[in-house]
Nanobody, 121 residues
Framework: QVQLVESGGGLVQAGGSLRLSCAASVTGFRINVMGWYRQAPGKQRELVATITSGGSTNYADSVKGRFTISGDNARNTVYLQMNSLSPEDTAVYYC???????????????WGQGTQVTVSS
């Protein structure tokens, strides 16, 4: 069973910071990529940041220089440090894990339940 447990969302004023966490229980799978996506009201879900099992990261242009994704391979956990938040960052943030079952060549995507981040002016 794959489970993604998110935490850290909340309400913050513009200019403030939040740190999101996602712990993945992935018995029988190997992690390819984990990351964060977000969906704001009236918009499609979009990439925020990803990190591979080897530590390579990438970011959406809108968050470069403000957000940092990191991982703890031993704990199968990823973090998203969000600084200099603005109201435009308000969205539901979703943890994503792209996994490959041991013994299979197929990659599968799994999603967390989402955590609300609200940034007030």
């Amino acid at each position: 069973q794959v489970q993604l447990v998110e935490s850290g969302g909340g309400l913050v004023q513009a200019g403030g910071s939040l740190r999101l966490s996602c712990a993945a229980s992935v018995t029988g799978f190997r992690i390819n990529v984990m990351g964060w996506y977000r969906q704001a009201p009236g918009k499609q879900r979009e990439l925020v940041a990803t990190i591979t099992s080897g530590g390579s990261t990438n970011y959406a242009d809108s968050v470069k220089g403000r957000f940092t994704i990191s991982g703890d391979n031993a704990r199968n956990t990823v973090y998203l440090q969000m600084n200099s938040l603005s109201p435009e960052d308000t969205a539901v943030y979703y943890c994503n894990a792209n996994l490959r079952r041991v013994g299979s060549a197929r990659f599968q995507d799994y999603w967390g339940q989402g955590t609300q981040v609200t940034v007030s002016s």
